[in-house]
């Protein structure tokens, strides 16, 4: 496959993600207008992650590095009814690991919130373990959405299961406004049931598709399969790895909890953006490089192999960068203009806006260190190895867990500032934590492929270009009358961009020449 064909399924990708990742943003603006930093945003935000665990944990990276290498080799080898077989029957395994999971997860939900939001007591706690009982079904369906992903992805069909969230984001504003005249607490517990509506909703618009897809699908527990054997290897090495993830980010959920009112609502706002870039360009590109990556690794890697992965490996990382480092330099600089324009509403307050602005430039340290190792984990999965991401998502858990106690817990008494401001480090060790796990797959990557990455002076380039444009808008943000948030923003924020790639481009960055030739021949 081409270079230009795999930027073509990443645009698809992309144009997927844009759609649900903008109504996304919609969604957290209606959420933070009706209830901004409060105690029942704390709550919804602390019960939605509880059982996004078992989504994170069964869904779509897991089932991407483990069940696409497999199906889209058979799709590739023309064994179409292999691979429906194989789809049946993991179908069907998920099926009854999810439905245990969650009956358990239902029963256990008291005891997992002693381990997740140990700060929680009375009422707030009992209020996040009805929500918790309520939405863990839902975030069971998002696995088999996840599942549908997998099949459409080893297809080439990339935008539907991307832009499927749109219905799930929808259901949960709609809900908002319809029971807006309820109180807070009475809204939040009819805003989880929305939120498990738009999860099967979510599933339903892919199934039929799908189902065209894969003409026949048996669901079948074939455990003896070789094929559903070497699924199922993978799957428990990146089930573990990916558990390790999610312990992380609970251990930094855990770590807020004890940090004050606010501290939890403050961290998933800044999430709601920072996954923004992380999706439209780490996973968009990791995601629709992986089919073809895996068609490419086969079942041998040899020196001529290695060659072809390194150049697309190499390829996937500029475009990445090209788009990260300034994502990132918006985020230190310019995050106050952005949090305003998309949240300061309501509730949702300027003070709160330059609080969530702390915790976002905390999380752009960490921002191109993990978009690029969801490219080299992509890599390692294709090449069916899927221990070395996890032995290295180990060692961050590790770092996280140290450092994230350390800055959050610590710092903010040695500084004498409140403790709620902890949370800007945590996110900012985090992001160190991904930085030493990004080296070290790196440097095990170029032992197996030959030397791998961005060139260092393609780098410095994208950096200096982004520390211009930043100076650039910061200066017109200072100079603006008093328009308001969004209209600030549209100002900034479109300066900023326009003096990026008019900086690389005078730099001759590849990666601007080709966006500007690809926008000059569509305008004609």
């Given at each position: 496959?081409?270079?230009?064909?795999?930027?073509?399924?990443?645009?698809?990708?992309?144009?997927?993600?844009?759609?649900?990742?903008?109504?996304?943003?919609?969604?957290?603006?209606?959420?933070?207008?009706?209830?901004?930093?409060?105690?029942?945003?704390?709550?919804?935000?602390?019960?939605?992650?509880?059982?996004?665990?078992?989504?994170?944990?069964?869904?779509?990276?897991?089932?991407?590095?483990?069940?696409?290498?497999?199906?889209?080799?058979?799709?590739?080898?023309?064994?179409?009814?292999?691979?429906?077989?194989?789809?049946?029957?993991?179908?069907?395994i998920l099926a009854l690991i999810i439905s245990v999971i969650v009956a358990l997860g239902i029963l256990a939900t008291p005891y997992l919130l002693w381990l997740i939001a140990p700060g929680y007591t009375g009422e707030k706690r009992e209020l996040t373990i009805l929500l918790?009982?309520?939405?863990?079904?839902g975030t069971g369906i998002l696995v088999w959405s996840a599942w549908c992903l997998g099949i459409l992805n080893s297809h080439h069909k990339f935008f539907?299961?991307?832009?499927?969230?749109v219905i799930w984001n929808l259901s949960m504003?709609?809900?908002?406004?319809?029971?807006?005249?309820?109180?807070?607490?009475?809204?939040?517990?009819?805003?989880?049931?929305?939120?498990?509506?738009?999860?099967?909703?979510?599933?339903?618009?892919?199934?039929?598709?799908?189902?065209?897809?894969?003409?026949?699908?048996?669901?079948?527990?074939?455990?003896?399969?070789?094929?559903?054997?070497?699924?199922?290897?993978?799957?428990?090495?990146?089930?573990?790895?990916?558990?390790?993830?999610?312990?992380?980010?609970?251990?930094?959920?855990?770590?807020?909890?004890?940090?004050g009112s606010g501290a939890v609502a403050g961290m998933t706002t800044a999430?709601?953006?920072?996954?923004?870039?992380?999706?439209?360009?780490?996973?968009a590109i990791s995601a629709s490089e992986l089919p073809t990556l895996s068609?490419?690794?086969?079942?041998?890697?040899?020196?001529?192999?290695?060659?072809?992965?390194?150049?697309?490996?190499?390829?996937?990382?500029?475009?990445?960068?090209?788009?990260?480092?300034?994502?990132?330099?918006?985020?230190f600089a310019l995050g106050n203009v952005i949090v305003a324009a998309l949240y300061q509403s309501g509730a949702f307050t300027a003070k709160d806006s330059y609080y969530v602005w702390a915790i976002l430039a905390g999380s752009g340290v960490g921002l191109l260190a993990s978009t690029f190792g969801r490219l080299y984990s992509s890599t390692y999965y294709a090449m069916r190895d899927t221990r070395t991401p996890l032995r290295y998502a180990l060692v961050r858990l590790v770092f996280t867990v140290v450092l994230g106690l350390g800055s959050a817990l610590l710092v903010p008494k040695l500084l004498g500032i409140p403790m709620q401001w902890g949370a800007v480090g945590l996110t900012a060790s985090a992001g160190v934590a991904g930085w030493v796990e990004f080296h070290l797959l790196r440097r095990k990557m170029n032992r197996k492929l030959g030397h791998t990455g961005v060139a260092v002076?393609?780098?410095?380039?994208?950096?200096?270009?982004?520390?211009?444009?930043?100076?650039?808008?910061?200066?017109v943000e200072y100079f603006m009358p008093g328009?308001?948030?969004?209209?600030?923003?549209?100002?900034?924020?479109?300066?900023?961009?326009?003096?990026?790639?008019?900086?690389?481009?005078?730099?001759?960055?590849?990666?601007?020449?080709d966006v500007v030739k690809k926008v000059l021949h569509r305008l004609g």
């Open positions: 496959m081409t270079k230009d064909a795999g930027r073509g399924h990443a645009l698809l990708v992309g144009a997927g993600i844009l759609c649900s990742r903008l109504f996304g943003l919609v969604r957290q603006r209606v959420f933070s207008h009706f209830f901004g930093l409060s105690d029942a945003a704390d709550i919804f935000s602390a019960a939605l992650r509880v059982p996004n665990f078992l989504q994170n944990l069964f869904g779509e990276g897991v089932l991407s590095a483990s069940f696409i290498p497999v199906y889209a080799r058979l799709l590739a080898q023309h064994k179409q009814e292999d691979a429906d077989r194989l789809a049946g029957a993991i179908f069907a918790v009982r309520i939405l863990f079904p539907l299961s991307y832009a499927a969230p504003i709609l809900t908002m406004l319809v029971f807006h005249h309820l109180d807070a607490n009475r809204l939040i517990v009819y805003l989880a049931w929305g939120t498990v509506l738009g999860c099967l909703l979510q599933f339903l618009v892919q199934l039929g598709p799908v189902l065209k897809l894969v003409p026949n699908l048996r669901l079948r527990l074939d455990l003896k399969s070789l094929h559903v054997k070497q699924v199922s290897g993978s799957f428990m090495n990146v089930v573990i790895g990916r558990g390790v993830v999610q312990i992380s980010a609970f251990v930094d959920q855990a770590i807020s909890t004890l940090l999430a709601s953006i920072n996954l923004l870039p992380v999706s439209l360009f780490g996973m068609r490419m690794a086969g079942d041998h890697v040899d020196e001529e192999v290695a060659a072809k992965l390194s150049a697309r490996l190499n390829n996937g990382l500029e475009r990445i960068a090209f788009f990260i480092v300034p994502s990132a330099m918006a985020f002076s393609m780098m410095a380039k994208l950096w200096a270009a982004a520390v211009a444009a930043a100076l650039i808008a910061c200066a328009w308001g948030p969004i209209l600030t923003a549209a100002f900034v924020l479109s300066t900023y961009g326009v003096a990026y790639f008019a900086v690389t481009f005078l730099l001759h960055v590849r990666m601007c020449r």
